[in-house]
């Protein structure tokens, strides 16, 4: 059994009874974590945006293990798209 840990910051403050994010940024130690810690934002940010249904997700990669998940009205709703910065 592994243990993966991840720093998860979400870019917006939030309280309890606060909105949800609409942007989650993550930071990876080992190549070992970011599948599933991208499948964990991506889950959460699926559940904002099927409340919305006005937009899809965009996963970008910043630099090797930094990463932003986000809500993007650039992508259709229902859909994920990947991006690498430049």
């Known amino acids: 059994m592994t243990t993966a840990t991840m720093e998860h910051v979400p870019t917006a403050a ?3 009874d606060g909105p949800a994010p609409r942007s989650i940024s993550l930071e990876f130690s080992s190549a070992d974590e970011v599948h599933a ?3 964990e934002a991506v889950a959460e940010l ?5 409340q919305e249904a006005a937009c899809g997700i965009l ?3 910043l630099h090797p293990g930094r990463y932003t998940v986000a809500l993007d009205e650039s992508v ?3 859909e994920t798209y990947e ?4």
């Open 14 to 16: 939030q309280t309890v």
């Open 46 to 50: 699926i559940e904002v945006a099927a």
């Open 83 to 86: 991006s690498i910065a430049a």
């Open 59 to 61: 996963v970008t990669r």
């Open 76 to 78: 259709p709703f229902g």
């Open 37 to 39: 810690g991208l499948e």
